[in-house]
């Protein structure tokens, strides 16, 4: 799934992102289900036993700081387009930034000062 939404977010770079094709639905909808991925209860390895947890991270790492990075490129890339976001992206934002994992919120937490 990671590799879906990665594949997804490349498309919007190369063909909607400038002006003349920037397409705000799109855009919306990466955020919505990056955001969705990020917060799904089987993500949350925290809620784990220790052991479960190890063998989790063993086999896939955590996918939450990936993804994370992933939205605050795409974030960046937004340029001009940012403002077009607020307020209807402070939520999904502020719900990543609640989860408990220090590099999934240096990640996001700097959305909120840009």
């Not at 990671?2 to 498309?11: P, V």
Request: net charge neutral; glycine share 6%.
């Amino acid at each position: 799934f990671l590799h879906a939404i990665n594949q997804y977010a490349e498309t919007l770079n190369n063909m909607f992102l400038n002006s003349s094709c920037f397409e705000l639905q799109l855009w919306n909808n990466y955020f919505h289900l990056a955001v969705a991925f990020l917060t799904q209860e089987s993500l949350q390895l925290e809620n784990f036993s220790n052991a479960k947890r190890t063998a989790i991270l063993c086999k896939y790492g955590d996918m939450r700081g990936v993804i994370g990075a992933a939205i605050r490129e795409m974030w960046y890339n937004l340029g001009q387009h940012k403002i077009r976001f607020i307020p209807g992206l402070v939520g999904p934002i502020l719900e990543m930034t609640l989860i408990p994992e220090v590099e999934l919120r240096k990640s996001t937490i700097p959305i909120f000062f840009d």
